[in-house]
């Protein structure tokens, strides 16, 4: 796949490496905590992640529910807030905040984290491996329209557009097989409260992900976060116009 343009600025508000397993039996959130004491110099802050169930009674006169939060992991924030770890029974989540670095430091730190969860839970298998960067495009002009800087957007008849319309906000998914990555798309983009009236912001979120033959081996999990990387990349570029790239080459960190 070819190379595509880097942005010193990139507009990644949040970006996601998740791995999803199947815990061997017996497993507890005493292993997870574990992991916690583990890195604890560079992830200090631990909160607790649960689930929750709610149960109702219907019928005549029942009225009766109940509810119950179950452990299920904790959630570890880095030292400078910048990394935040998920480690569940059911898999690990790291994402990373703004500023984004690049993805080899992204990748490298995930793959760190991975191995010590690994060690720790000695997972039956691997299910689904994702990767997902959320974009956030900044102080578009309100007066353009999204065909100016999106290539991928929602088409609004001519027969709806009264003089003066204006598209005050939206919210469009797209679901799709990408045979080629034997791998699935979720592509979601919406606008956003701006700062002010003049511009607009706009969010572009991929998904990428594999629940299907997903690789167990080390080599094959870490080469398909590559391909998921370098597949992410071409279609935020095929989702944005010239004029975009432009807006964003001037953006400076």
């Excluded at 353009?144 to 001519?158: G, I, K, M, R, W």
Aim: net charge negative.
């Amino acid at each position: 796949m070819a190379r595509h343009e880097r942005f010193e600025k990139a507009p990644i508000r949040e970006a996601i490496i998740d791995l999803k397993v199947k815990a061997p039996s017996g497993l507890s959130t005493v292993q997870i905590a574990e992991i916690g004491t583990e890195i604890s110099e560079w992830y200090p802050t631990r909160n607790s992640i649960t689930k929750g169930e709610f149960t109702f009674q219907f019928g005549a006169g029942a009225a009766a529910q109940s509810s119950r939060q179950d452990p299920i992991g904790f959630r570890f924030t880095s030292l400078d807030g910048h990394y935040v770890l998920q480690a569940r029974l059911d898999g690990l989540t790291l994402s990373v905040l703004p500023p984004y670095d690049r993805w080899e430091t992204f990748r490298d730190e995930a793959r760190r984290l991975w191995s010590i969860y690994r060690s720790h839970v000695q997972p039956e298998s691997i299910s689904r491996l994702a990767v997902r960067y959320i974009n956030q495009l900044d102080h578009l002009p309100a007066s353009a329209n999204l065909e100016e800087y999106l290539a991928t957007f929602p088409q609004v008849s001519d027969a709806m557009v009264q003089t003066g319309a204006r598209l005050n906000n939206y919210f469009m998914q797209l679901q799709m097989t990408l045979p080629d990555l034997q791998s699935n798309l979720i592509l979601n983009q919406a606008a956003i409260p701006p700062t002010t009236s003049e511009f607009v912001s706009l969010i572009l979120d991929i998904d990428l992900y594999r629940d299907n033959d997903v690789p167990q081996d080390e080599e094959g999990i870490w080469a398909l976060f590559e391909a998921f990387r370098e597949h992410k990349n071409a279609i935020f570029i095929a989702c944005i116009t010239d004029r975009t790239k432009e807006y964003l080459r001037q953006c400076r960190p």
